[in-house]
C-alpha cells in the first residue's frame, strides 16, 4: 500500500499576512495559497459591554466574523448569531459579555 507523505506548510513563512494551513500532501499544488491569502481585520465594535446589553454593531460590516471574549472564542449560533447586511451581532443570554469584558472580532470578506 502506497504511503502519502505530506509537508507541513506554514504560507506565513513564504508570503507575509498569510495563514498557516497545515499538511499538504507533497505532490498538491499549492499556488493558490497565494492567490487567496487571507488577511483578517479586527472590526470595530459599538455597543455598551455591561453584563445586560446582548447587542452589538460591527461598522466594517463583513460577510462572516469570529468573536473572542475574555480570549475565548465564541460559537456562532450557539452563543451569538450575526446578521452581515446591518453588521448586528446579538449574544444569546447565557453569553452576553459581562461589564468590563474584552471583546474582539476577527472581520472576514467585506
Not at 31 to 55: K, Q
Not at 75 to 103: L, N, Q, R, W
Amino acid at each position: 500500500m502506497p504511503t502519502t507523505r505530506f509537508r507541513n506548510f506554514m504560507a506565513a513563512n513564504r508570503r507575509p499576512n498569510m495563514h498557516a494551513f497545515g499538511l499538504f500532501p507533497t505532490v498538491d499544488d499549492l499556488t493558490w495559497i497565494e492567490a487567496y491569502a487571507l488577511t483578517p481585520t479586527m472590526g470595530t465594535v459599538s455597543g455598551t459591554v455591561d453584563g445586560s446589553n446582548g447587542t452589538f454593531v460591527v461598522a466594517e460590516l463583513p460577510t462572516d466574523i469570529r468573536i473572542w471574549v475574555n480570549g475565548i472564542k465564541q460559537i456562532e449560533t450557539t452563543d451569538y448569531t450575526y446578521v452581515s447586511t446591518t453588521g448586528t451581532i446579538t449574544f444569546t443570554s447565557a453569553s452576553i459579555p459581562m461589564y468590563g469584558a474584552i471583546m474582539e472580532v476577527e472581520c472576514i470578506g467585506d
